[in-house]
C-alpha cells in the first residue's frame, strides 16, 4: 500500500525476526521494486514469525519455594499476620511464553524491562530473567507508610512487559489478604477535658486501626470503659455498660459510649489550691481467649472533675433589728452539690422582699474554690424610709434557695438639716425649716427645743439684725425671716444654745440679691474744666444695692443751662434701671461758683418717681510749660543743674525727660508725646505713652559721647502733647491752647563737657617709629601726652630717658649695642602741659641692628611713654644686601629645574591620554558588541518600576468605532479553514468537516467520499459507491467556499482584528497620537495578499490597510528578551531621560507569537522610528533641534487633552487632528513587557520588562541546574564505587567457597551449571525482585 500511494521517494525495510534489531534499515528505491509478494505468502510468513516472539505472561506455578525465597500461591489468600511481616510474604514468579500451541517458555525473557505494580503503584522492575526466564518479585509487606503495599482484601497485581512496535503484554490478577484478628491502635472521634459530677458526657466513638492503617471492625463485647482516679476521692462511673455499635453502610463498626456520668466524693482538702480532681477514663480492648495475641494497650482520656449544679444553700448570719439607712452585718454562704461536695464557682442570685426596702450592693454573687462566697459589711443596707417589720433577702441558685430575714425598727434623731432658698433679696421675707435625720438617713421628729432660746446667726457683707419667728409644723420647724445687706453671699447657722443635736446642723450659704428700689445713686467724679464728662446713675435698694432689674424712664437736668450742656437733657431714655449721660462745659467755668445736676427715675409701673442732685468739683486745665531733665544715679533720681559731662568714647549717663506745668510741678497726665533728640548732628525720634502710676518721662539712654574732648551742645523738643483721660473735645480745646500761647512745641538745650579718656603715654606726633643709623642726627621730635582717642592730656611732670637695646642672641658674643649720644641717658625732661620737645636725637657706637625703645619714665618710677627707634648698622646692612641676592639666584635656579620637570610630566600626561583614547575606544566596540547580546543595567529596581506603572494614568474605556466593531465581529465569527456539516456517524451526529477530514474518507457499505473541483475557489463533496458491475455512483454531499469575503478577509488581515481590536496602550495621550498618525483605525494586512481585492472590502468597513513587511530593515531588530524593537542597537532614542522619549512602536502591546510579530512589522512600517516626547511643543522642539537626525517627533501634551497633536514629520512642524471616539483598548496583561507606562520616560520601555530580572532568574537557574549535575556526578561515583565494592566483595566469597569445597566436590543441591550461574544472575537483576540463592 505504501508502495502504490508513493509518486518519489525511498521506502525502508527492516528484517523481521525475534532477534533484536541492531543493524541499519536498508534503504530501496521505488523504481526497483517489480514482483509483488503473495498475500497468502506474506501471512504465513507473519503468522510463522509471531510464533517465536513474547505473546503472553504468566505465573508459575510450579517454581520451588525455599526458606529464603517462598512462591505466594496467587490462588489462595494470604494471612494477614504474613503480609505484616516485615520480611513480606513472599515472591512472586512470572514467565514470558511465545506464540506457539501448545506455548513454550522463552529462556530469554522479554528484549525490554518487566515492570510489577501492586493497586496501581509501582514496586520495581527487573531487565534480565533469571535462570530460564523465570522472573522473581519480591511482594510488599502492608504497611500505612506509603508507598506499594498490600491491604486487607482484594489486592489488584499487573505485570506489564514492553515489546518492540507492539502493544505492551500486561498480567492482571488478584490477590486477597484476609482482614486483621486484632487491632493495632485505638483511638476517639472526639476529646473531653472538663467534666461535673452528674452531667453526661457527650457521645464518645471509639475506633480502632489495624497495622496497615484500616479500619477494623470492633466488637461491642470487646472494649469496656474503666474509671481510673486518685488523691482520695471516691467516684465511680454510671452507664458504662450502654455500648452502642455504629456503621456506616459497609464501613467497620465503631463502638458509641452514651449517657456517661461520673457521681460521688471529691474529697477535697481545705488546703487543697485546685477546686478540680484529676481522672482518667480507659478504653480497653479485652483480646478474644481464641486470640493468644499479646495485649492492646489501653486508650487512656484525661479529665478533670469539678463539683456538680448547687443542691444545698447553708448561711451563716445573725438576725440583728436594723434601723433605716444601717447596713446588715457580714455573713457567710455556703452552696453544696448533691454529694456535698463544695459546689465551686456557681453564680447565686440575692432577691429583697418587700421591694425597695433593702438596698443590695451586688445582685449577683459567685462562689470561690471551697464552695464559699463571704459577703462583708455592708454588703446590703436597709432603706431610708422602709416600712417597720421584717424585709427578707433570698439567695438562690439552680432552683435551690434560702431566706434571711432583716427586722426594721424606728431610730432615734441623729442630726438636723437647715433648709432655706438659694437666694432672696434684701428686705425680703422667706422661709426657714428645721428638719431631723436619723444615722440612718430616714426623716424623723425635730427633738423638744425651746423656741424662744433657739437662735439664728446671719454672716455677711454690712447685714443687719435679722427678723424671724419659729414655729412647729409636724415633724420640723418653720420660721419667716427677713434680712438686709450689701449683695452678696450670706452664712446662715444655728448657734447650739437651745439644744445640743443643733451643733450637727451645717451653715447654709445663699445668695443676697438686690431688693425693692428706694433711690438713685450716682458716683461722684471730679470734673476737668472745659472739658466732657459721664454720669453713671443706678437705681438701688435701702441697703445701696444696684437693682439688676426694672423699667425706668430718667431725665437729667443741669443749674445752669447757659454754661452746662446735657446730651440727655430734653429727650426720654429708654427704660432701664440704670443711666448713662453725657455733661460738657460750654466755657471755662468760675471757680466760685456751685454747679448741679439733677437726675429723676419714673419707674414704668406707677411707682413714685425717685429724684438725686449731683454737685460738681471742678479742677483748672493742665498745659505743659518747660522741659524737666533728671540724672538716674545708683540710689535716685536728681534733677539736672547746668550741663552733664561724659568721658570721650563711653556713652552718655541716661536722662529722664518730662513735663512741668507753669507751676513748676510734674506734668501727670500726659498720654502721648514725641521727643526728638539732636545730638553730634544727629536726629533721635522716640514717641511713646508715659507711664501713669510712676515719673512721667522719657528714658534717654544709649547716646555715645564724642570721641573729641571739649562742650557739645543736647537738643532736646517735645511736640505732639496730648494729655491722658481727656475727650475728643479736651484734647482739641488743649491744642487750640497750646498754638495759640505758642507751646505747641517745647525745646531745651543743655551743655555736655566731654572730658578726655585715660592717658596711653607719650606718643610721636606723625611717625610711629623713628629710623636711625649711626652717628645720624634727628632734629625738633615732638611728643604728646595723649589717651586712646587722640585728644591731648592737659599734664606737667618731670621725666626721665632710657634707650633700652633688643634682646641679645645666645650665640652673639661679641657684638655691642648702641648708646644715645643725645639727649644723655638719664637726663631729666619737663613735659608741659601734655608735651615734650627733643631738639636733637642721636645714637652711637656701631651697635648691631635691631629695634631700640626710647623710654621715659616718671619720678614715680611709673613708665609715661616709649617711643620705637629702628636702628641700623651699616655693616650689616651690606652684609644683607649680600644674602638677598644669593637668595635670588637660588630661588631663579630652582624656577628653570621645577619648569624643566613640568615638560616631562606633559609630555607623559599626552602619551597617557593618547593611551587612555585608545582603550575607550576598544571598550566602546566591546560594549557595543555586548548590547548587541545582553541589555545594559537597569538603573530602577523592580519595585520602583511597579510603583511608577501604578501612578501612570490608564487610559479611559476602550472606544471602538462602530465600523471596526462591526469588522471585529466578522471576523471573530469566520472559521480559519471553510467546514460543510455532514452526518457521518451515527454517535457523534452531524458536526462540521474540513476538506482534509472527509477526502478518501471511507464509509459504511463500503462508499467513499470524494472532493473534487467545481470551480475556482470551490469544491465539491461527493460520496462515491462502486456497482456489483464495477460503475461508480455519485451523490453530492456539500461544497467548500473559498470565494466568501469573511474567509478572504480572515485569511489576509493579520491577528484576525483590526488594529484598535488588536494593540492595546497604556496611556491614552499614546493611543490618539498613534491613530491620529495613521488617519484613524486600520488593518495590517499579510505580504502575499493582493491589496486589490480587498480595498472595496476595507472601504465598506471605514478602515485604512497596512501592509507587513516580510522583515525588518537592517538598521532595525527585535530585543529576545522583551520583544520590543531596537533601532541601531538601542530600544531607545537618545535623550530618553531628559526629555521624556521613547519609541512610538514600542508603546504598543502586542499578541504573541507570530501574529504579534507580524503586526508589530506592519505598524513599524507606518509609523518608522516615530519618537514621542512626553512634554508640550517647546519641549519637542528642543528635542528635535538637539537631534536633528530623528526626522518625526510628536509631543503628548497633557493628559485628556482634546487640541490636534504637535508633531515635526520630515522636518515639518505640523497639527495633527485627533481621532473622534476612537481609541486602542486597554492592556489585557498590566505586567507585559510593552504594558508600558514610560510615556512619562522612555526609560520605563526599557525597565518595565526589567532585563536584569529576568538574566539573574536564568544566571540562578543555571548555576542550580550545575549544582544538580555535580551531585547527581558524585552521587553516581559513589554508587560506582560501592557496586565495585561488592562485586569484589562477592567474587572473593565465592573463591573462598569454591577452594574449601574443591575437595568436596558439588555444591549441595545444585548442579555445577546452576552453581556457576546463579551469582552471574544476580548481578543482572535490578529493582527489589531478587532470585532464590
Not at 488546703?271 to 486508650?299: G, K, W
Not at 607719650?762 to 585728644?791: F, K
Not at 491589496?1091 to 530593515?1113: H, K, N
Amino acid at each position: 500500500e505504501a508502495c502504490r500511494q508513493a509518486t518519489s521517494g525511498f521506502v525502508r525495510f527492516w528484517r523481521w525476526t525475534h532477534a533484536r534489531v541492531t543493524e541499519q534499515p536498508e534503504l530501496l528505491p521505488l523504481t526497483s521494486l517489480r514482483n509483488k509478494v503473495a498475500e497468502r505468502d506474506w501471512k504465513r510468513h507473519v503468522t510463522a514469525a509471531k510464533k517465536h516472539l513474547p505473546s503472553e505472561l504468566r505465573i508459575k506455578s510450579d517454581a520451588v519455594s525455599t526458606n529464603s525465597h517462598p512462591v505466594i500461591d496467587v490462588g489462595k489468600p494470604i494471612a494477614f499476620e504474613d503480609a505484616a511481616s516485615a520480611k513480606g510474604p513472599g515472591f512472586f514468579v512470572v514467565e514470558v511464553l511465545n506464540g506457539k500451541d501448545p506455548k513454550e517458555a522463552m529462556p530469554g525473557g522479554l528484549r525490554g524491562k518487566l515492570t510489577f505494580e501492586v493497586n496501581g503503584r509501582k514496586v520495581g522492575e527487573i531487565t534480565q530473567p533469571s535462570a530460564g526466564g523465570e522472573y522473581w518479585f519480591a511482594c510488599p509487606h502492608a504497611h500505612n507508610r506509603g508507598g506499594a503495599s498490600l491491604k486487607a482484601g482484594r489486592n489488584t497485581c499487573t505485570f506489564r512487559g514492553a515489546r518492540e512496535g507492539e502493544r505492551d503484554l500486561e498480567l492482571k490478577f488478584d490477590v486477597t489478604v484476609d482482614p486483621a484478628e486484632r487491632p493495632e491502635r485505638l483511638f476517639l472521634d472526639r476529646g473531653v477535658e472538663e467534666v461535673r459530677l452528674g452531667d453526661t458526657l457527650p457521645r464518645l466513638c471509639l475506633e480502632a486501626l489495624d497495622a496497615t492503617g484500616q479500619r477494623f471492625d470492633l466488637d461491642p463485647r470487646h472494649v469496656s470503659v474503666h474509671l481510673k482516679v486518685g488523691g482520695g476521692a471516691e467516684l465511680e462511673l454510671h452507664s458504662k455498660d450502654r455500648k452502642t455499635p455504629l456503621r456506616a453502610g459497609r464501613e467497620p463498626r465503631r463502638v458509641a459510649f452514651e449517657h456517661l456520668q461520673l457521681r460521688g466524693k471529691l474529697n477535697l482538702s481545705s488546703s487543697a489550691r485546685s477546686n478540680v480532681r484529676p481522672a482518667t477514663l480507659v478504653f480497653r480492648y479485652e483480646q478474644p481467649q481464641s486470640q493468644p495475641q499479646q495485649q492492646l494497650e489501653d486508650l487512656e482520656m484525661h479529665v478533670q472533675v469539678s463539683s456538680g449544679p448547687v443542691a444545698r444553700l447553708d448561711l451563716d448570719a445573725e438576725q440583728t433589728p436594723l434601723e433605716p439607712g444601717k447596713p446588715l452585718p457580714a455573713l457567710e454562704l455556703h452552696a453544696f452539690d448533691a454529694w456535698d461536695n463544695p459546689a465551686t464557682e456557681e453564680t447565686v442570685r440575692l432577691s429583697v422582699a418587700p421591694e425597695g426596702s433593702l438596698q443590695l450592693k451586688d445582685s449577683e454573687v459567685v462562689t470561690d474554690s471551697k464552695g464559699k462566697h463571704k459577703l462583708k459589711a455592708r454588703w446590703a443596707a436597709v432603706s431610708s424610709a422602709p416600712a417597720v417589720g421584717n424585709a427578707t433577702v433570698t439567695f438562690s441558685s439552680a432552683g435551690v434557695s434560702k431566706a434571711l430575714a432583716v427586722p426594721i425598727v424606728q431610730p432615734p434623731a441623729a442630726r438636723v438639716e437647715l433648709v432655706c432658698p438659694d437666694s432672696v433679696g434684701s428686705g425680703e421675707s422667706f422661709e426657714l425649716e428645721l428638719v431631723a435625720y436619723s444615722e440612718g438617713g430616714a426623716e424623723v421628729a425635730v427633738p423638744e427645743i425651746d423656741l424662744g432660746a433657739l437662735q439664728l446667726a446671719v454672716a455677711g457683707s454690712d447685714i443687719e439684725p435679722p427678723d424671724y419667728t419659729w414655729q412647729q409644723d409636724g415633724l420640723r420647724l418653720r420660721s419667716t425671716c427677713s434680712v438686709i445687706g450689701k449683695v452678696g453671699t450670706i452664712t446662715l447657722t444655728l448657734p447650739p444654745v437651745a439644744h445640743d443635736i443643733l451643733s450637727t446642723a451645717d451653715a447654709k450659704q445663699l445668695q443676697l440679691c438686690a431688693g425693692a428700689a428706694a433711690g438713685i445713686h450716682v458716683s461722684e467724679q471730679e470734673v476737668r474744666n472745659g472739658s466732657e464728662f459721664t454720669i453713671n446713675a443706678s437705681v438701688v435698694d435701702s441697703a445701696g444695692n444696684k437693682l439688676e432689674t426694672g423699667q425706668y424712664t430718667w431725665q437729667v437736668e443741669a443749674s445752669a443751662p447757659d454754661e452746662l450742656y446735657v446730651k440727655a437733657a430734653t429727650r426720654r431714655c429708654q427704660p432701664s434701671p440704670s443711666l448713662r449721660a453725657c455733661v460738657c462745659t460750654k466755657r471755662v467755668l468760675s471757680q466760685s461758683t456751685p454747679h448741679a445736676v439733677t437726675i429723676r427715675a419714673t419707674p414704668t409701673d406707677g411707682a413714685p418717681t425717685l429724684e438725686e442732685e449731683v454737685q460738681l468739683q471742678l479742677r483748672p486745665a493742665e498745659l505743659p510749660s518747660q522741659i524737666a531733665l533728671y540724672r538716674r544715679s545708683d540710689e535716685d533720681v536728681l534733677p539736672v543743674m547746668g550741663r552733664i559731662q561724659a568721658v570721650a568714647g563711653e556713652m552718655l549717663p541716661e536722662l529722664l525727660v518730662s513735663l512741668s506745668l507753669e507751676t513748676g510741678e510734674e506734668h501727670r497726665r500726659v498720654q502721648q508725646c514725641q521727643l526728638e533728640v539732636s545730638w553730634q548732628g544727629e536726629s533721635h525720634k522716640r514717641h511713646d505713652t508715659f507711664p501713669s502710676d510712676s515719673r512721667s518721662a522719657f528714658l534717654v539712654s544709649g547716646l555715645p559721647a564724642s570721641t573729641t574732648a571739649g562742650v557739645h551742645k543736647l537738643k532736646l523738643t517735645l511736640h505732639n502733647f496730648k494729655a491722658a483721660h481727656a475727650t475728643a473735645d479736651e484734647q482739641r480745646k488743649l491744642a487750640a491752647t497750646l498754638k495759640a500761647s505758642s507751646r505747641s512745641k517745647t525745646v531745651a538745650e543743655i551743655d555736655v563737657t566731654v572730658l578726655p579718656a585715660a592717658p596711653l603715654g607719650l606718643q610721636l606726633v606723625g611717625d610711629e617709629v623713628l629710623s636711625l643709623q649711626d652717628d645720624t642726627i634727628v632734629t625738633d621730635v615732638d611728643l604728646r601726652l595723649v589717651d586712646a582717642h587722640g585728644n591731648v592730656i592737659d599734664e606737667t611732670f618731670d621725666v626721665t630717658v632710657t634707650l633700652t637695646p633688643p634682646a641679645t642672641p645666645p650665640a652673639d658674643t661679641e657684638s655691642t649695642t648702641a648708646v644715645l649720644q643725645q639727649p644723655l641717658p638719664n637726663s631729666t625732661l619737663k613735659v608741659k602741659r601734655g608735651k615734650l620737645k627733643l631738639s636733637t636725637l642721636r645714637l652711637s657706637n656701631y651697635g648691631r641692628s635691631g629695634e631700640y625703645s626710647l623710654d621715659f619714665t616718671k619720678a614715680d618710677g611709673s613708665l609715661a611713654g616709649s617711643v620705637p627707634i629702628a636702628y641700623t648698622d651699616p655693616a650689616e646692612e651690606k652684609a644683607d644686601a649680600e644674602r638677598l641676592r644669593q637668595e635670588i639666584a637660588r630661588r631663579q635656579a630652582d624656577l628653570h629645574e621645577k619648569k624643566r620637570l613640568c615638560g616631562e610630566a606633559t609630555t607623559r600626561h599626552d602619551a597617557a591620554k593618547r593611551a587612555l583614547a585608545d582603550a575607550q575606544g576598544e571598550l566602546r566596540e566591546t560594549e557595543a558588541e555586548e548590547r548587541a547580546r545582553k541589555k545594559r543595567q537597569v538603573s530602577m529596581s523592580f519595585d520602583e518600576a511597579q510603583a511608577k506603572l501604578a501612578e501612570t494614568q490608564p487610559p479611559d474605556e476602550a472606544q471602538i468605532s462602530e465600523d471596526a466593531r462591526r469588522l471585529g465581529t466578522l471576523l471573530g465569527a469566520m472559521e480559519e479553514e471553510p467546514t460543510v456539516p455532514l452526518l457521518l456517524d451515527d454517535e457523534e451526529g452531524v458536526r462540521r468537516y474540513t476538506r482534509a477530514e472527509v477526502d478518501g474518507r471511507p464509509l459504511e457499505g463500503g462508499a467513499v467520499l470524494r472532493v473534487s473541483q467545481l470551480e475556482p475557489g470551490k469544491w465539491a463533496v461527493d460520496e462515491v459507491t462502486r456497482t456489483r458491475h464495477g460503475d461508480e455512483t455519485c451523490q453530492r454531499r456539500g461544497v467548500f467556499d473559498y470565494t466568501a469575503d469573511a474567509y478572504k478577509m480572515k485569511r489576509a488581515v493579520v491577528a484576525g482584528a483590526s488594529l484598535c481590536a488588536a494593540a492595546t496602550t497604556r496611556d491614552a495621550r499614546v493611543s490618539a497620537a498613534f491613530l491620529a498618525l495613521i488617519g484613524g483605525d486600520a488593518v495590517a494586512l499579510h505580504p502575499d495578499v493582493r491589496l486589490c481585492e480587498l480595498v472595496p472590502l476595507l472601504r465598506d468597513y471605514g478602515v485604512r490597510a497596512l501592509r507587513a513587511p516580510a522583515d525588518f530593515a537592517e538598521e532595525v531588530s527585535v530585543d529576545e528578551s522583551t520583544g520590543l524593537l531596537e533601532f541601531d542597537g538601542e530600544v531607545l532614542p537618545p535623550g530618553a531621560k531628559d526629555y521624556g522619549a521613547a519609541y512610538l512602536v514600542n508603546l504598543v502591546v502586542l499578541p504573541d507569537g507570530a501574529q504579534g510579530a507580524a503586526l508589530r512589522r506592519a505598524l513599524w512600517g507606518a509609523v518608522g522610528r516615530t519618537v514621542v516626547v512626553d512634554g508640550d511643543a517647546g519641549l519637542m522642539l528642543n528635542y528635535a533641534d538637539k537631534f536633528p537626525h530623528l526626522h518625526d517627533v510628536v509631543a503628548l501634551g497633557a493628559h485628556g487633552g482634546t487640541a490636534p497633536f504637535d508633531a515635526i514629520r520630515s522636518s515639518i512642524v505640523q497639527r495633527l487632528p485627533r481621532a473622534d471616539s476612537v481609541m486602542l483598548g486597554p492592556p489585557s496583561d498590566p505586567q507585559a513587557a510593552q504594558a508600558l507606562c514610560g510615556t512619562a520616560a522612555g526609560a520605563v520601555v526599557y525597565e518595565t520588562k526589567l532585563v536584569t530580572d529576568y538574566q539573574q532568574r536564568v544566571d540562578e537557574l543555571q548555576r542550580e541546574v550545575e549544582e544538580k549535575q555535580e551531585e547527581h556526578a558524585a552521587a553516581e561515583a559513589a554508587r560506582l564505587e560501592q557496586v565495585q565494592a561488592v562485586t569484589a566483595a562477592t567474587a572473593a566469597l565465592s573463591r573462598a567457597k569454591n577452594k574449601r569445597k574443591a575437595s568436596g566436590g558439588e555444591l549441595s543441591g545444585l548442579d555445577p551449571a546452576t552453581a556457576q550461574e546463579r551469582p552471574r544472575q544476580r548481578r543482572r537483576t535490578g529493582g527489589t525482585a531478587q532470585a532464590p540463592n
